[in-house]
């Protein structure tokens, strides 16, 4: 097994002498052997570091990561918990994130041939829509995290909905999807034996977990698919069905 000083260690691993200590002082990273007066480190510290900056890099603190190497000490196996979290916060949708002006947001939401909107009315807008998390600010430019939902605001307000409207829809909307996913999460937990599943030191189910939940998104998106449209079918014909048939009525010839 080969063996370092600090400052072999820290190039080795592509980090600092800072760091190393840094890791030392936060408990992630065991002390080296000393030889006299040298501390010397060897194979296990340098996966550790590199296993630490992995961690650090997906966004865990020094807190969690200790807490993640005290499972793995005690026989767990680390992959099976980083498969876990990859789950959690994989996006759970395949929509690729866009960037618009300001200018191009008036194009969308305001037709040169309507009338202009003032000042005053575009920063509320704005900052409903910030809100709403339609658009987030990114320097000169507003980053749109669902270009899907911002082009359905933007039929709507073609459509002649006002602004105002469209974003009182979508916090409703938003709102119901939330319960939706709440009923849905709440029916798996209580009756997959998940109850204890923050206690995941002493549970040996983990990719069993992981698996469940991977099975959830396109189970979860397909029930609301279908329920949707066939909730929009019988909603549309509530609302104008009687309109149509009357329409149709005043459109027949006189037989006489």
């Known amino acids: 097994m080969a063996?370092?000083?600090?400052d072999e260690l820290a190039r080795t691993a592509g980090t600092t002498?800072?760091?190393?200590?840094?890791?030392?002082?936060?408990?992630?990273?065991?002390?080296?052997?000393?030889?006299?007066?040298?501390?010397v480190y060897d194979d296990s510290h340098l996966a550790r570091i590199r296993l630490?900056?992995?961690?650090?890099?997906?966004?865990?603190?020094?807190?969690?990561?200790?807490?993640?190497i005290s499972a793995w000490e005690?026989?767990?196996?680390?992959?099976?918990?980083?498969?876990?979290?990859?789950?959690?916060?994989?996006p759970w949708t395949d929509e690729i994130p866009g960037h618009v002006t300001l200018a191009e947001l008036g194009d969308l939401f305001f037709p040169a041939h309507g009338p202009a909107p003032t000042p005053e009315r575009v920063a509320e807008l704005l900052?409903?829509?910030?809100?709403?998390?339609?658009?987030?600010?990114?320097?000169?430019?507003?980053?749109?995290?669902?270009?899907?939902?911002?082009?359905?605001g933007a039929e709507l307000a073609a459509a002649g909905i006002p602004l105002e409207a469209v974003f009182d829809i979508a916090a409703q909307l938003a709102e119901d999807c939330r319960t939706i996913a709440r009923r849905f999460v709440r029916l798996t937990v209580e009756h997959a034996d998940l109850d204890d599943v923050a206690g995941y030191r002493d549970r040996t189910d983990l990719p069993d977990l992981a698996r469940l939940i991977t099975r959830l998104r396109p189970l979860a998106q397909s029930a609301v698919h279908g329920l949707l449209a066939r909730g929009m079918q019988t909603e549309v014909m509530a609302a104008f069905g009687d309109r149509i048939e009357g329409l149709a009525l005043r459109e027949e010839p006189d037989a006489g």
């Open 3 to 6: 063996t370092y000083r600090i």
């Open 17 to 39: 002498v800072r760091n190393v200590r840094a890791f030392q002082e936060r408990g992630v990273l065991p002390p080296p052997r000393r030889h006299g007066r040298t501390g």
């Open 52 to 68: 630490v900056v992995q961690l650090q890099e997906r966004g865990y603190t020094f807190a969690a990561i200790a807490e993640l």
């Open 74 to 90: 005690q026989g767990h196996d680390i992959g099976e918990l980083l498969g876990l979290e990859k789950v959690l916060t994989d």
């Open 127 to 152: 900052r409903r829509a910030e809100e709403l998390g339609f658009v987030e600010p990114a320097g000169d430019r507003y980053r749109v995290p669902s270009p899907r939902l911002l082009n359905v």
